[in-house]
């Protein structure tokens, strides 16, 4: 190719009638018809705001921080709660705001997706606030139609906002320290048609103990999702037997509103759940710090989050009204109309409800007709909860309901059944705790340290928690031994559950318990082995008048250490004992266990223990323990006297 040819493929003029005009002008002509006027000016107009979001330092603020679910590191700098990777638009958005500041207002610009699924709209609470700080002009933008996130505010209808805690599930543990949610009202007259926003783990795992294992370790994806309320009744309080408490917030609509577009962007987004920190109530806890980003509500948190920390954390950061809704499950009620009635008049309840007696023939007993309509009360409630429970076909319960309500129409009009409140949870003795002591054993002093970081203890002091229900989370007690002047690690409890529900004509749940901690044995006098033990079992459990719960339990025990022969000893034990708080302020237990061991290191145990509390205050009490033990024959005693505090 000639050089002449180049020069006129590339040659920038053309000839004109009246002579050779350049043809510079004709091509930005060209590019002016060719392009949309504002293709440069979008280009110029990204790089504006993002440069603007800049200058104004806006990945530093507050509210950048909440909507992203920053927390600071130890290093410095911040690093996103959320883990998946659906919720940036920066492949270093986790641990880079201000980068994810610049690609979030650049995808506004995107012109490659539309609707719902448009960063618009599906960052719609970072758009609005980017809104609100930069002045967008939105005539610059794209305009996606956002009809999913209307639908989903249109239904919600939201005009104020109600932390809910249903209380510990004696038969789960992953549920024994409760749960917290959240329910979104709307001007709808009754609560039961509002909405609930929940956090749960997804697991699939329907082996509880294997859940709280797993959950401990954050191999669970959790999400949040959003549900009628009336389900979330039904799951708790019907089918779970658990009481709930509602704690009404001081939210304006405008922070409810706020709050249902930080749900929005956390729709189908995942964050890894880890059972005592990024768990419900940790991230329940970080939507509602979009309504009011103001409040930094969770450094009024401790290192460890349970359920009860929302409750006082609201109340701390002012969240809350002041007063709390007690709403009680369906078998509370149940055991409050029992409460009603003596023997008799309950067993014919329960024949009644089991289709044993005829509803009708209740006349023929002698009985006030107060009591005849308690009986026909307690009969259609006890019926619900069968039914509730999928233990009736609808058929059977229709046909039995229908006649409990046919003759309880003819029985009028009684008082109404008023269930007390118990004391609201928040209200309880704190879940760590720190314990100072003093005893002796065999004649021999010692000093006792006992730190616990959660949650609580059969004789720790029973208001604003479930009577018989108790979970011990990684509890160590030091001793300083003044004979031996040595100090020693005396016990580690890793887990320590028990669940002890009482059994009636009504309810028969199974109790049980389940431990895993290391301490120092005693085998003979002044001889100990460190030894690491699992144990467990299920178990039965009785009330009676004034507080009483007798128990007893049964279950395989393992131990593992170098001092035992082979290394290891496996056996079983049998528990029995009895608590029952003697006043407001006083509390007892007593407590037999045998245990036997074989294959292994084989010995043989008995015990027997009496421990009382005496409740100072809420957050103090001292408590009494002794103990006398034997262990193949030799004998030991053992008294400890301990301050407690809880906080």
């Not at 959790?222 to 001081?250: A, C």
């Not at 319960?397 to 928040?426: C, H, M, N, W």
């Not at 459990?541 to 496996?570: H, M, R």
Request: with cysteine; hydrophobic share 40%; aromatic share 14%.
């Amino acid at each position: 190719m000639n050089s002449s040819a180049v020069q006129g493929r590339f040659n920038l003029s053309t000839s004109w009638p009246c002579g050779t005009f350049p043809a510079w002008p004709l091509f930005f002509l060209f590019l002016f018809f060719a392009f949309p006027s504002g293709a440069f000016a979008e280009v110029d107009y990204k790089d504006e705001l993002a440069d603007k979001a800049v200058a104004l330092k806006l990945h530093e603020k507050r509210q950048w921080q909440v909507l992203l679910h920053y927390r600071p590191t130890l290093p410095g700098g911040y690093k996103s709660l959320v883990d998946d990777p659906a919720f940036f638009n920066s492949p270093s958005g986790k641990d880079d705001p201000l980068e994810e500041m610049r690609a979030t207002i650049r995808s506004f610009f995107r012109t490659d997706t539309d609707g719902d699924l448009h960063p618009q709209c599906r960052f719609i609470a970072r758009y609005k606030w980017l809104d609100e700080e930069l002045e967008i002009d939105s005539s610059k933008l794209p305009g996606p139609d956002c009809k999913g996130f209307r639908e989903f505010s249109r239904n919600l209808d939201p005009r104020s906002a109600v932390l809910i805690f249903p209380v510990s599930h004696m038969n789960s543990p992953a549920s024994m320290f409760g749960h917290t949610l959240l329910r979104i009202d709307s001007g709808k007259e009754s609560s039961l048609f509002s909405f609930a926003v929940n956090y749960t783990a997804v697991t699939g795992e329907t082996n509880g103990i294997l859940f709280a294992a797993k959950g401990l370790f954050g191999f669970y994806k959790g999400y949040f999702g959003v549900l009628p309320y009336y389900e979330k009744i039904k799951e708790y309080s019907n089918l779970e037997n658990r009481d709930m408490w509602e704690y009404r917030l001081e939210f304006s609509r405008e922070e409810v509103e706020r709050l249902l577009l930080h749900l929005w962007e956390l729709k189908d987004v995942y964050t890894y759940y880890y059972f005592f920190d990024e768990n419900c109530s940790y991230n329940l806890l970080l939507v509602l710090e979009a309504a009011r980003p103001g409040t930094d509500i969770i450094k009024l948190l401790p290192p460890w989050v349970i359920p009860m920390d929302t409750v006082k954390a609201i109340k701390k950061a002012g969240f809350d009204s002041g007063s709390a809704l007690y709403r009680p499950a369906k078998a509370t009620r149940i055991r409050h109309i029992e409460t009603t009635l003596g023997a008799g008049p309950r067993l014919l309840a329960l024949d009644m409800a089991f289709g044993r007696k005829d509803p009708g023939q209740l006349s023929q007993e002698r009985l006030s007709r107060e009591e005849k309509a308690r009986v026909l009360d307690l009969a259609s409630e006890y019926l619900q909860y069968r039914y509730s429970r999928e233990m009736l076909s609808k058929e059977e319960y229709t046909a039995s309901f229908l006649k409990v309500l046919g003759a309880r129409s003819a029985q009028g009009l009684i008082p109404e059944y008023k269930v007390d409140a118990p004391v609201p949870p928040e209200e309880g003795h704190g879940p760590a705790k720190i314990a100072f002591g003093g005893g002796v054993k065999e004649g021999a002093s010692f000093l006792s340290l006992k730190l616990r970081p959660a949650n609580h203890a059969l004789m720790d002091p029973d208001p604003g928690y479930l009577p018989g229900a108790a979970i011990i989370f990684m509890e160590g007690e030091a001793r300083y031994n003044f004979t031996e002047r040595k100090l020693t690690l005396e016990r580690l409890t890793f887990v320590d559950i028990n669940s002890v529900a009482p059994r009636d004509d009504f309810f028969k749940p199974v109790s049980w318990r389940v431990s895993a901690d290391v301490f120092r044995e005693e085998m003979r006098k002044r001889e100990h082995r460190t030894v690491a033990r699992l144990s467990g079992g299920p178990g039965l459990s009785y009330s009676a008048s004034g507080g009483l719960l007798v128990y007893g339990f049964i279950g395989p025990e393992a131990k593992f250490g170098s001092g035992l022969d082979d290394g290891y000893a496996l056996g079983g034990s049998v528990r029995a004992g009895a608590i029952r708080p003697l006043t407001g302020w006083w509390k007892a237990q007593v407590e037999l266990m045998a245990a036997s061991f074989g294959p292994g290191d084989s010995h043989d145990i008995a015990s027997i223990e009496f421990n009382q509390t005496f409740s100072v205050k809420r957050d103090e009490a001292v408590t009494l323990n002794v103990r006398k033990e034997k262990f193949d024959g030799f004998y030991s005693t053992e008294g400890v006297l301990s301050w407690n505090m809880y906080f």
